[in-house]
């Protein structure tokens, strides 16, 4: 493994006390990254913080040893209730807050600090029985949290530490007025440590922390490089039509360790996840239409190593450790360009090397200004080579508003899908003018002259015909609008015009 993420700066230079510093040898820390080194001195003297740095630099590390510490060098309130928390840590999706749970657990496991995880999706039972017996250090989603909070299941009066991650994160799906919600039923910002941390501090995250938090100390890592060293980014420009079977040939290709494909829409989702399972690639599906139950299922098997990629929507990434992701995928270029940099940051993570692939095709070459204004730098543009578009099983038609499957091979060759119509049946323009659907809009008259019925083996009406027959009845009688009580009582009224 590289080293190069690390600094010279050792868990064992910082007083963090014999039970977290056996926490840190089990799980294997001995330098700290940039982010840890800056913060840590910072936070264990009590101050707040708030810190950037690029995904997969050790963020989650830093706040957790920032608040135990604090935890147990600070006593509680004597007063304080057993289903009172101590610390609460704010996440933005399920998948970041059962992570944190996780390494809390590893690092955390020799403090005598009990730790409890909340967040939507599953059932409740579960959950308020660890609640009911008390927690010191609570994790969880802000929409669950505040459900069990109007339960009077766990009070915050007393809560000494707010740890907030991935706070720009939290704006962008609607988090913040439940993030102030709960923030109100704390104690005020000087009487606790605040922990604010975030891939980027932008100017609505520095208003929350001014407002929140009690003078925090701005912390911000490498604010100039927003991807890793370690990713090459590669660039490819097909049609729609085209990156299915050029995902599925590269795949092949390139035989990932663990690849994460990101698309925007659940429905593509659905639909790449079906082409590959129909080109015999090992494939899951992370996505917030699945069930909870699924994405942490689908999850599970990507990290053993059970599937070898794993389709998803920008709930994968943000704030995921996956070890050993060598690939990514943007087979939708993001709409939003700060998403790019949490995509690609899956890969090249703890100092590895890493992959990241995009396709800029016509239906999202509009987001590539702001990714390469944002980064910046241009994406190598690679041309495509005829390995990448030979032909493959099948692939489902790539429209925004269809699931229907197209069985196409080469796309470059093959003849379009809207032009291809039935045998034996007439053109679909035809059809659309012999039978106008019901809105939209046709002027008829009271008495329409109807042609004659045609025998079933009569062959189409040739276009002069259609006109004849037009004409023919627009020499009927004019048009009278009907009745209704408003001009039985008051008569017609002239139009204008």
């Not at 690029?54 to 590390?61: A, V």
């Not at 995509?343 to 100092?351: C, Q, S």
């Not at 204004?373 to 099983?393: C, F, N």
Request: neutral net charge; charged residues 25%; contains cysteine.
């Amino acid at each position: 493994m590289n080293k190069k993420h690390l600094t010279d700066h050792r868990f064992t230079d910082f007083d963090l006390g014999d039970p977290l510093m056996s926490g840190l040898a089990g799980a294997g820390f001995e330098f700290c990254t940039p982010i840890q080194a800056a913060s840590l001195p910072v936070a264990l003297k009590g101050k707040d913080v708030a810190g950037q740095a690029q995904t997969g630099t050790g963020k989650t590390i830093a706040f957790l040893l920032a608040c135990s510490h604090h935890l147990l060098r600070q006593p509680s309130d004597p007063d304080r209730q057993p289903s009172h928390v101590r610390a609460l840590i704010l996440a933005p999706t399920r998948e970041l807050a059962i992570q944190i749970h996780r390494d809390a657990e590893i690092l955390l496991k020799d403090t005598q600090l009990s730790i409890g995880l909340v967040y939507g999706g599953t059932k409740y039972d579960a959950q308020k029985s660890q609640l009911q017996n008390g927690v010191d250090l609570l994790i969880g989603t802000p929409g669950r949290l505040i459900d069990l909070y109007r339960q009077n299941l766990f009070g915050l009066k007393h809560a000494q530490v707010l740890v907030i991650d991935e706070a720009d994160r939290m704006f962008d799906l609607g988090f913040i007025r439940d993030i102030r919600f709960l923030i109100r039923r704390m104690p005020p910002p000087n009487e606790r440590l605040n922990l604010l941390y975030s891939a980027t501090l932008s100017y609505k995250v520095m208003e929350l922390a001014y407002e929140h938090m009690n003078d925090p100390i701005e912390i911000k890592m490498d604010d100039e490089i927003r991807v890793a060293a370690g990713i090459e980014e590669q660039c490819y420009c097909p049609s729609t039509e085209e990156k299915p079977v050029l995902l599925v040939n590269m795949l092949k290709r390139y035989e990932p360790t663990r690849a994460l494909v990101f698309a925007n829409m659940r429905a593509t989702v659905d639909r790449v996840s079906r082409l590959l399972k129909q080109n015999g690639i090992s494939q899951g599906i992370l996505a917030g239409h699945a069930s909870q139950d699924s994405r942490e299922k689908q999850l599970s098997r990507f990290k053993k190593g059970e599937i070898n990629v794993l389709v998803a929507t920008d709930v994968a990434a943000r704030g995921l450790h996956i070890p050993e992701v060598s690939h990514v995928f943007n087979y939708d270029l993001p709409q939003d360009p700060e998403n790019y940099i949490h995509r690609v940051g899956r890969t090249a993570r703890a100092g590895l090397h890493g992959m990241a692939i995009s396709y800029l095709c016509d239906r999202y070459a509009f987001s590539i200004e702001g990714i390469e204004s944002l980064i910046g730098h241009e994406l190598p543009k690679i041309d495509i080579q005829p390995w990448m578009l030979e032909e493959i099983e099948s692939s489902p038609r790539e429209t925004p508003d269809s699931d229907r499957k197209a069985h196409r091979r080469n796309p470059r060759t093959a003849p379009s899908e809207t032009t291809e119509t039935k045998a034996g049946s007439a053109p679909a323009e035809a059809q659309q003018k012999d039978n106008p659907a019901p809105d939209s809009g046709e002027m008829r008259t009271e008495t329409p002259i109807t042609p004659p019925a045609e025998p079933p083996d009569h062959p189409p009406k040739s276009p002069a015909s259609r006109m004849d027959s037009t004409a023919r009845r627009s020499e009927g009688p004019p048009f009278k609008p009907p009745k209704n009580r408003f001009s039985q009582r008051f008569g017609e009224i002239p139009m204008i015009g």
